[in-house]
């Protein structure tokens, strides 16, 4: 391989890096500010977030659930995998620190919570 085609080779991979980033980045601004209806299976991982950060447990007993939820000893445990909720902590925790709702408060439409919780950890990564 010539210095020439290895500089064209270089350039060529840099302008489709800065490429793919700009569509990142359009897709991002278009699809960022949609906020999602809670569902069953939000509700589940929201309320697991919540319970790890707001009361140090994973008894989702008091927070608003559907049918997405296992009974073990009396309480209510979240039937998702842990680690959504679990990264999620730190973003819920700041939300919650700017003054957003507990998750304790059932708000089906227009949850700013839920929406940051996603942006978070499903949109952007």
Excluded at 66 to 80: L, P
């Amino acid at each position: 391989m010539t210095a020439v085609s290895a500089r064209t080779t270089s350039a060529t991979v840099a302008r489709e890096r800065r490429i793919a980033v700009r569509l990142g980045l359009v897709v991002l601004v278009l699809l960022g500010p949609v906020v999602a209806r809670h569902d069953a299976s939000s509700w589940s991982r929201t309320a697991l977030t919540a319970a790890l950060w707001d009361e140090h447990t994973i008894d989702v007993t008091s927070y608003p659930l559907g049918i997405d939820r296992v009974v073990h000893d009396a309480e209510y445990r979240s039937d998702k995998a842990p680690g959504q909720p679990f990264l999620a902590v730190p973003f819920y925790a700041a939300y919650r620190a700017l003054g957003g709702e507990p998750a304790v408060i059932e708000r089906a439409q227009e949850n700013l919570g839920l929406w940051w919780q996603t942006l978070w950890t499903s949109t952007i990564p």
